[in-house]
């Protein structure tokens, strides 16, 4: 029987987000006596419209774009899975080529390797040392029948920036749509889709403390895409179905609390994260940074203890909850695709633990956070 052991510290943001308490109270209204169907023209249907619009504008306020460009969805792999296979003919998927890179998401790199199994070409891209894709080989990779690009904004191990603006201003020259995974960025820094120049772009409500199993999809105005499964004309026939209208305010009341937030936020989150990266390098010798050290969210740590498998270090600390960089399966310990990727020796990418802040945290937490993993860490090298 497992437990969740009291006082814990709750590092591993980038996996999930408690639910803010604004967004369990918009939301709860929906579960019980606001029940109504949307596409119903009696009063209990007008009102879960209602709602339904209202979040698909704070959705829309969080990103910059028209609320006539967001379609709920539930979550960011089915997002990400409307965008690649949209835009496949598949009555002849060997006329499609796209462009992707080698640390996405397996949201991105599952259904990209299902295309390719059915004819439709895929590039994937190599990264540098750091985890960013290099915008001249995503131009070199072009072809004349390339019909998508999607690179991640964030990467979730590392968090990682990409070079995105300039990756669309060279699709855009060629007129090729560009997708982004955005679930880890969007309510951790400034994400405008102007800016970007993306063409689509993937939420997920679990990331920035809305509900599980909600996300969003951003499509331009003009982009026409097919849909996943067909039925009726909900969310313009692209998500045809009933709507979850409980989610979907979820989500929005997410989106405007984060939209409200966000300034403060990246300042209290940078300044833990920093605090905790200055405490490990300080106390450990040989201790890596995977990521870049600048063009990375500010909420995301991921460090290696060479020689020393991540899994070990948090098996000592049951109070501590963070990710490994390797994860175990009978009795076998696969490393990171992510960190493969970036071309991190194997037993440096065994000892990798990301640790990611978010706002359930305070400093005094992150310092005794520090204090567990230098402890243990010593204590499994002195062993």
Known sequence: MTYVPENYIYLDHNATTPIAPEVANAMAPYIREKFGNPSSSYSLGVQAKAALEKARGQVSSLIGCSPDEIIFTSGGTESNNMVLKGVVDFRSPEQTHMIT??????????????????GVRVTILPVDRYGRVDPEDVKKAIQPDTKLISIMLANNETGTLQSLKDICSIAREREIPVHTDAAQAVGKIEVSVDDLGVDFLSIAGHKLYGPKGVGALYIRKGITISP????????????????NVILSVGLGAACKLAAQRLPRDISIMSNM??????LLFGALEGLVLNGHPEHRLPNTLNVSVPGIQGASVLEGIPRLMASTGAACHEDSVKVSHVLSAMGVPEDVAMGALRLTVG???HMEQIEEAAQLLIS???RLKNA
């Open 228 to 243: 996943l499964i067909h039925g009726a004309a909900q969310e313009k026939g692209l998500r045809p179905g009933t709507e």
């Open 273 to 278: 994260r920093d605090r905790l990266e200055d």
């Open 101 to 118: 890179c080698a640390v996405e998401h397996p949201a991105i790199l599952n259904p990209c390797i299902y295309l390719m199994e059915l």
């Open 376 to 378: 243990r860490i010593r």
């Open 359 to 361: 706002r359930s945290n």
